[in-house]
């Protein structure tokens, strides 16, 4: 298959050859202010939007601000974030309005909006996962708008992203996606604390790397949204994982999208490797954020998973936490070090028999014909 020319730079954004399919996560501190919502600017932006799908771009919108938008409407103080019950509360309410919102405003360009509440869990399931690729590639296809937000009002503490940005990198994923463009507050990632003197705007980031990581600020600069810089930074890695850019704007001002992808002004995180390269099982995998446990390998073992060997019983020196077969974990060297997160064959307590063992010996531990592997390669991704 021939490789088709690579997305390089913030105008590609708006480029129908480069980028088919953009998502735009739009942040609480755009939409929500002490009014409510932010109706002229969001207008605007559909505006933009609706001259997106005009030119043959297909756009997914993550958009927040139901949590924002519910609190002022029910009175709830610190932005409805003072407790789980009150972010579960103000979303309810916030939600309707905003979906209805974004509605009427795309429909005056003759768009449909279609509504995706997810949680955590349908992503990370991978029946689930497919059929939220599958609908959005028929709702897509159909030529309407899915806005799509995490399903607040139901998802508890452990099974929540928590933030819109890793949510969009995620559906980015999902959707197969061409780029991600995070609207916000902030300007991109700059090379020290924005307010500290000399702060720099970065304009391209190839690769997260530690040095990026360590540019970051963990905190919300509205105190409105969850996702600080911090969040940003872990979808740009998720999105690399999937050989997807994404870009980091301030969504402030009039025409937010023209100002990012005209202008420059905004962070640019261009993947390492193409997305030829990155299966989208593997992005997948990659990008799950639960895993279960931890297997242990021994040096040989973590060679030949480098070299792309599946892994093998034999090799296996260690067993940690309480896994089915088909979660997700950690494949660790025996130095401590994560080399790569899988898809487990078996389940804890069948890889703890199964540890150190040569494969004639496996049928006899097991009492059933074993599987080829502990993890195959297939269900694996080095990190
Ligand atoms: N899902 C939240 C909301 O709609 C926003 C999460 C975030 O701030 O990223 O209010």
Redesign the pocket.
Known sequence: MPETPRLSRLSDLADSTLCPLLVI?V??ALLVDGQGARRQWLTELVAEIAAAKQRGQKVIVV????????ARRLGLDKG?RGSLAD?QA??AV??IA?SGLWAELLAAHGLSAAQLLLTLEDLEDRRRYLNVTATLTRLLDAGAVPVI??N?SVATQEIR?????R?AARVAQAARADAVLLLSDVDGLYDRHPSEPGATLLPVVTGVTDDIRAMASPV?GSG????GMI?KLQAAEIAELAGIALAIGNGTKDQPIARVVEQGIATLFLPRASRASAAARKAWLGGRLRLKGTLIVDAGAARALREGASLLAAGLSGVDGQFSRGDAVAIKGPEGAVIAHGLCEYDASECAALKGQKSAQHAAILGYAPRPAIVHRDQMVMV
């Open positions: 996560k942040g609480s958009s927040s601000g139901a949590i924002a938008l519910g409805g972010a103000a979303a916030g939600q905003l937000n995490e607040d992203f928590g933030d819109n940005d949510l919300s409105m949204g969850s996702g969040s």
